[in-house]
């Protein structure tokens, strides 16, 4: 009889838990220990509560500047000043948008400021919660980052939180994926930062391309707070972020790879593991694919490839499934996020498997392409000095955390008790009986009236039930990737009365189920059906009446479905992660709502049938379970869970093992990134050249040319310019001889050479060679490293550890790297022809992003603001770019060396002559960037309440934080303002008081 092991796992795991229930009550709970320990300075923040109150709408920037001016001086830290940071930051939130942060929220920031993960339910404002470190941390005077998973919610967020910071004194700005590098310039210029991790991750990328040090943007990785940290730091940290070029053309053998895939017989010539989600051929396999390829061996050069071709070929056929992992539209192959059911646009897989699928999909594969610059998620936000995340389910990955970024996760509690009801699974025996049961339980709930969501795996799964629904006559609403475009107005409509919801894995998202209806969504309607624009500032009583009576039919409705149960979260399979059953099941009972939840599965189910299908069957059978007659049971419930800490600790192995390979990587980026910045700040470069020009010199005799005195000598002249004589070349290369007389002629004609050229040519000479150099290299060295990892795994069947061997061979290629850009670096410095006049002519003094606002105003985000004029590079003197090729450098050769520009990155155009400046470019919308409807209504209020105050009282001069400047003091009086005078004047205009600033910054500071 064999031995049970899971049986005995299941035995042990219950003892530990009884064990672990048994210390907590003896101890307490270690995350009960830790918001317990919060509770005196949140006591102390609601102390500061009144102060912050009685003070003047100008004492909040005065205070942020006193703050930023007495950290700056060392005389305060972060931890000092944060209660009064907190309770001034809450006060402006209720000054501005109407919000004030619970004791709770409080806590969560309090979290977030010290580093650590704060796991917040669904509905407790992790939006509003942010606002808090953000400003805490913006007070050191370095940019923070907030990083959202999508564009819309970077945008939706920045606008909506923005008053509060305007009110604050700190600026804001949100980072688009499509926003062109003059656009991200003042964006990252802001105090505080909204934006994507893949934006982020690229603009690291690129500013370590970039040939200036006043294009790069990120300055400093100082504090960032992840948003939805679960799926950011851990479902998309397998998958590297690169910056590629194109590579050779090698669809030919896509279309024959595909045509032998589609004649291979599964298990007779190829395996499919589902679990590793790899194909492997099998020896009879091998052999039948030579044949129908042509070929002796795929063993033998130049054929090796051959078999990775047809592998990532039966991949396409065998585990990437159609409308699951991928969708095409028109002549594309679009990836689809298995985790949130987002289509991720713009983003391919690597090594040719897209390729191959889009083959297998009759498309044309579009060409591969070549790494020119890559970092993974993991090691990006490693390098934060301060790192943070908020999310509603990380506690079941607090291991991960912790191992991996070193974040302790805390579970804030919610501020009101948790009154949703989780039922448990039930199980049947085959698919036809859950959907059967499935279509049933909907049916019986709709009638009821009560709104149900239904979560489902993949898109193939949303269309199953779509069709049930649909046969039953119920109608409902799908939300998967095919139709996300409308996901905001299908969220807003998902708990209303007798709704039917069918999502696949984005229930939610940033966007939160309200009960009865969305009252913005609504409201917005009705304004609209009405003729009413929200921030008409004439039309405000009528606006009111209508926002009142949306009010109160939404609570009604709310109050209904409460009585019918609040919404039903019906699963319809179990995710293989266990944070992805419980974000859905957080869709509802938000904010101490009533809700209920319940899972059904089948023994056909993906994760039952790969783990657990035999062994449950079997179990059921001997309980004595019939067609059409579910289970719940405690023993099934484990083995799910079990099976799901299976899958989690087996895709936390592939991220490990992916961090692990990084690492080699990671060294040798910071080492060339680091080197590189040195470069662009000009640091040490003569230095860093007599050391190179040593090296190269010993390398050469010592090593390369030993007892070769000829050809010592023949490399000499051809790196250097000048012949060496032969008695010194034969000591140089002897035995036991001695180089240094050869390396003192080298650094005296350097010497020379600046001489000649001037300190500060030469300068620039090096800085070009020494860009130039490690750019081309890297992007070769990152080739090497791409063709040793795809290899690397075959050492292990010669009892080899694959990993010490790819440290050891990528340690070896990055010396070899070095040893190539001193070469080249070297062998040009003393031989390039240089005209100083053209070098001086076409060096640019000032930086390319020329803030187009007026100094000491803090720059906004052009993506949010009408009318931003690019700024302009100064111009180039004519015939200085011909006569020098880019930087002004030419070889001696004759050939002109192309510029050191970032690979793959656009030509830089010429600038226009300096009498004719370019128009700005036609401003592209953006999208939505809003703020809710609710709060625009306040804004408007409390702006016309402001207009209204003021006219009765003179506006008085607003000091600023270095005293009033002699241009200030000569600017007439700005005149009082009426209602009249404030239509349609937004946020970045100038004020129509006439006094020169924005009108944000002036009389619409209090809105």
Known sequence: ??????????????????????????????????????????????????????????????????????????????????????????????????????????????VLHEGQIAEM?????????????????????????????????????????????????????????DMSPWERQPVYLCDIVYGTNNEYGFDYLRDNMKTRAEDQVQKDLFYAIVDEVDSILIDEARTPLIISGPAADTSDKYKLADEIARKLVKDEHFEVKEKERSVALLEAGIEAAEKLVGVPSFFVPPHEDWLHFIENALRAHHLNRRDTEYVVEGDEVIIVDEFTGRKMTGRRWSDGLHQAVETKEGLKPKQENQTLATITLQNYFRMFRKLAGMTGTAITEAGEFHKIYKLDVVSIPTNMPIARADHEDVVYRTAPEKWKAIGNEIEETHKKGQPVLVGTTSIEKSEVVSK????????????????????????????????????????????????????????????????LNLGDLDRLAEIDAIRKQVRAQCDADEQEVLSLGGLYVLGTERHEARRIDNQLRGRTGRQGNVGKSRFFLSLEDDLMRIFYRDWVKNAMEKLGMKEDVPIESGMVTRAIARAQRKVEDRNFEIRRNLLEYDEVMNGQRKEIYGTRQDVLFRIELPQKLRAMLERVVERNARQVHLQQAEGFR??????????????????????????????????????????????EVLREVERYLLLKAIDDKWRDHLLAIDALKAGIGLRGYAQVDPKTEYKKEGYQLFEKLLQAIEDEVTSLILRIQVDPTAVARSRVAAPRYVSPLPPGQTPGNPALQAGAVPPLAPP????????????????STGTAPSGPAAPGAAPRSPAPPAARPLAPPPRRPVGPAFVPASQQFDLARRQQALAQARDTQPAAP??????????????????????????????????????????????????
């Open 958 to 1007: 607003r000091p600023s934080a270095g005293g009033a400047s002699p241009a200030a003091a000569a600017q007439p009086a700005a005149r009082v303002l009426t209602p009249k005078d404030l239509e349609g004047v937004g946020r970045n205009d100038a004020c129509p008081c006439g006094s020169g600033q924005k009108f944000k910054k002036c009389h619409g500071r209090e809105a």
């Open 121 to 177: 339910m669904t509905g407790e404002g992790k939006t509003l919660v942010a606002t808090l470190p953000l400003y805490l941390n913006a007070l050191s005077g370095k940019t923070v980052y907030l990083v959202t998973v999508n564009d819309y919610l970077a945008r939706r967020d920045a606008a909506w939180m923005g008053p509060i910071y305007d009110y604050l004194g700190v600026s804001v700005g949100s980072i688009q994926s």
């Open 876 to 891: 180039r003197p004519e015939g200085a770019a011909a006569a020098l090729g880019e930087g002004g450098l030419a070889p």
């Open 1 to 110: 009889m064999a031995f049970d092991w899971d049986k005995l796992t299941d035995r042990l795991g219950t003892i530990g838990e009884n064990v672990g229930t048994t210390l907590r009550g003896i101890f307490g709970a270690r995350n009960e220990r830790m918001v317990k320990r919060l509770d005196p300075l949140v006591r102390r923040i609601n102390q500061l509560e009144s102060w912050a109150q009685g003070l003047s709408a100008e004492q909040f920037p005065a205070q942020t500047n006193a703050w930023k001016a007495a950290i700056a001086r060392g005389e305060k830290t972060l931890d000092d000043v944060l209660p009064e940071a907190f309770a001034l930051c809450r006060e402006a939130a209720v000054r501005t948008l109407g919000m004030r942060h619970y004791d709770v929220q409080l806590v969560g920031g309090m």
């Open 468 to 531: 049930l629904l649909t046969q039953r006559g119920i109608p409902h609403e799908v939300l998967n990737a095919k139709n996300h475009e409308r996901e905001a107005t299908i969220v807003a409509r998902a708990g209303e009365r007798g709704a039917v919801t069918v999502a696949t894995n984005m229930a939610g998202r940033g966007t939160d189920i309200k009960l009865g209806g969305n009252f913005e969504h609504r409201l917005e309607e009705a304004l609209k059906a009405a003729n």
């Open 714 to 759: 023949t490399w000499f002249q051809r790196s250097f310019g000048f012949e060496v004589d032969a008695a010194l070349a034969a000591e140089a290369t002897a035995k036991v001889g001695d180089h240094r007389p050869v390396t003192a002629l080298v650094l005296e004609a350097y010497a020379k050479r600046e001489a000649e050229l001037g300190s």
